[in-house]
């Protein structure tokens, strides 16, 4: 399956619905398909303006790395070489904190989602809830 631009929005408006229920600072969230392209992207009233770069960072790295940021940390804090490498590979696009989710459909990646305005875990939460809600499965 195809992340469409109806998913995005889905996956978005369930995402910032997650974030005022559990009362967050405002959001930023976008949407990527496999390829790292933008699908969807809002930023709340609010939100500082350069919060598009930080979650499109962390989806990139996510969607790029075949690696939620999670898990990009735990390498970024065992092997900071690497990310730094990679970062260097992907001209500095990359975010390696939580916040930056897998969408996957099937067991296959089909994109990622990245959220900032909170705290890394709380963006995290949001967006899994945004992407549980468009039907498919999360990997923070």
């Known amino acids: 399956m195809t992340l469409t631009l109806d998913h995005a929005r889905t996956i978005i408006a ?3 619905a997650k974030g005022r229920e559990m009362e ?6 976008v949407v990527l398909d496999a390829g790292g392209h933008v699908v969807a992207f809002e930023r709340e009233d609010d939100a500082a303006p350069g919060r598009f770069a930080i979650a499109h960072g962390k989806a ?4 790029m790395l ?9 390498r970024a804090e065992a092997q900071g ?8 590979v992907y001209g500095g696009q ?4 939580p916040g930056g989710v897998l969408v996957r459909d099937k067991g296959r990646v089909i994109g990622a989602v990245g959220v900032t305005g909170d ?7 949001a967006a899994l809830a945004g992407i549980a809600a468009a039907g498919f499965v999360g990997e923070e």
């Open 24 to 29: 967050l600072k405002p959001l930023s969230v």
């Open 94 to 97: 990359v975010v390696p904190v």
């Open 119 to 125: 705290t890394s875990d709380n963006d995290a939460e």
């Open 81 to 88: 070489y690497f990310m730094a490498a990679v970062n260097g």
């Open 14 to 16: 369930a995402t910032r």
């Open 66 to 74: 075949g690696m939620a940021g999670r898990a990009q940390m735990a």
């Open 60 to 63: 990139y790295g996510a969607v």
